[in-house]
């Protein structure tokens, strides 16, 4: 089987490395991109260049914005008092997508985890702290992942704000819409049961 150039598979090797594509997809996706260069590869490779070259975090809250502020921190519509907390930002434009909450985010660049050697001084945790100081807020929705490390974190985080006058919230967990009791795990089903409300 005859291979591609040595540029070409050079970028094979690059669009492979990418999260979710392995190199078959990378194959097909560099192909498709050569194929249609003027209608997909010369804009693609246009926007790429301008977010490589205006891409930055977010001073406030450490989301991806092409400002040094992003749009969600300087809404005034977004000054609610509430902030939920999130590991990353993935996390955070998922919380977006959802399009039900209208407060501020902060993300913490990953969760306590001791067999990762991630401590407190990784995290984002002072900031926060400061933020809800500074800011006046009134509630801190902890929106971390039902793991151990999350929940360390989320602890964590509880403690480090119980000096201040602030609710702190975690979303709620358990049986999802539309979910058969079948086919959940245990952990699901306990924490559906701990989370449970009147009807």
């Given at each position: 089987m005859e291979r591609a ?9 690059q669009?492979a ?6 190199p078959r997809s ?5 192909l498709h ?9 010369r804009p693609?490779?246009?926007?790429l260049?301008r977010?490589?070259q205006?891409a ?13 502020v992003?749009e969600i921190c300087t809404?005034?519509?977004r000054a609610?008092?509430e902030?939920?907390?999130v590991?990353?930002?993935a996390?955070l434009?998922?919380?977006?997508r959802?399009g039900?909450?209208?407060?501020r985010?902060?993300?913490?660049g ?6 990762d ?6 995290l984002?945790?002072p900031?926060?702290v ?9 509630e801190v929705?902890?929106?971390?992942a039902?793991t151990?490390?999350?929940q360390?974190?989320?602890?964590y985080?509880?403690d480090a704000?119980a000096?201040?006058?602030v609710?702190v ?13 079948d086919?959940l795990?245990?952990?699901t089903i306990g ?5 449970r409300?009147a009807v």
């Open positions: 150039p040595n540029e070409i598979e050079a970028l094979i090797a669009i490395r990418l999260p979710g594509l392995g990378a194959r097909r996706l560099v991109l050569i194929q249609r260069r003027d209608q997909s590869l693609l490779l246009a926007a260049d977010v490589a205006s930055q975090t977010c001073s406030a809250c450490g989301n991806i914005s092409t400002l040094p992003c809404a005034p519509k609610t008092g902030i939920c907390v590991e990353d930002v996390d434009w998922a919380m977006e959802g039900v909450f209208v407060g985010y902060h993300v913490l990953g969760t306590l985890s001791a067999l050697a991630v401590g407190p001084e990784e984002r945790i900031e926060l400061a933020r809800v100081q500074a800011e006046g807020a009134r929705i902890l929106a971390l039902a151990v490390d999350g360390t974190t989320a602890h985080i509880a704000l000096g201040l006058d609710q919230t975690a979303l709620a967990q358990g049986v999802p819409m539309g979910g058969e009791l086919y795990d245990d952990g924490a559906a049961l701990r989370a409300k």
